[in-house]
């Protein structure tokens, strides 16, 4: 082949010292691969403290308390509530009497107002047991109200002024052998009355003809 042993080891002396060269190279470009393992672990502490040395030291400020709550100022000009004014005292009194025979009742209401206030209007409630006919002739002043139901308005009255008069003949829808009559006072004014003893009545009256009282 023409090659001696001279021949073939002259190249591997060659790659041999380009090794060499290559790793000389190696390690100035990177000195940390070439130290040993105790330097590389010294090496972070060292940089860490040189770190710390370089960052300067500055005192913490401790923060402010928070405020308490703030108390809203008083309301100024408020106008205060005015109590409401009680309501005026009045006695009203009903009293009269009923008559029945056959399908006929008559009743006579006598109302008046025992005061202290005057009442300005007052509405009288006539109730019967029976039912009362269709046709009714009615005063003025005086309606319906159902079957067997009367509502009478008796007007202003004033306190110890005299009585007011309501006079009604009715018709029931048949004839009875008694009939029962409630009133009582469903409106008087506003006012306050703290005797219903002589407002609130029942009559029970036989269909004699008699008159019997309330």
């Known amino acids: ?14 790659a041999a010292a380009m090794a060499a060269t290559m790793t000389v190279l190696v390690a100035a470009a990177v000195p940390e691969a070439a130290a ?9 502490a060292d940089r860490t403290a040189s770190a710390a040395e370089a960052v300067p030291v500055v005192d913490v400020v401790p923060a402010a308390p928070a405020a308490g709550p703030v108390e809203a100022a008083p309301a ?18 009903h009293h009269g009497y ?17 005061g202290p206030s005057d009442v300005a209007a007052s509405t009288v409630r ?33 306190s110890r ?3 007011r008069q309501t006079a009604l003949d ?26 219903r003893t002589n407002d609130a009545h029942e009559v029970l009256a036989p269909a004699t003809g008699d008159a019997y009282a309330f």
């Open 1 to 14: 082949m023409g090659l001696t042993r001279r021949g073939l080891l002259m190249p591997l002396s060659a």
């Open 36 to 44: 040993s393992p105790e330097t590389r672990r010294e090496a972070p």
């Open 76 to 93: 100024t000009g408020a106008v205060p509530a005015v109590p409401a004014a009680p309501a005026p005292s009045a006695d009203l009194a």
């Open 98 to 114: 009923v008559s029945v025979w056959g399908d006929h009742v008559a009743i006579r209401v006598r109302s008046e107002n025992l």
């Open 126 to 158: 006539l109730r019967f047991s029976e039912p009362l006919a269709v046709r009714q002739e009615l005063p003025h002043g005086c309606l319906r109200s159902g079957r067997a139901t009367v509502l009478c308005e008796t007007g202003g009255l004033r």
């Open 161 to 163: 002024g005299g009585a």
């Open 170 to 195: 009715l018709r029931l829808a048949g004839s009875h052998d008694e009939v029962v009559v409630r009133l009582d006072t469903v409106w008087n004014g506003g006012a306050r009355d703290a005797d």
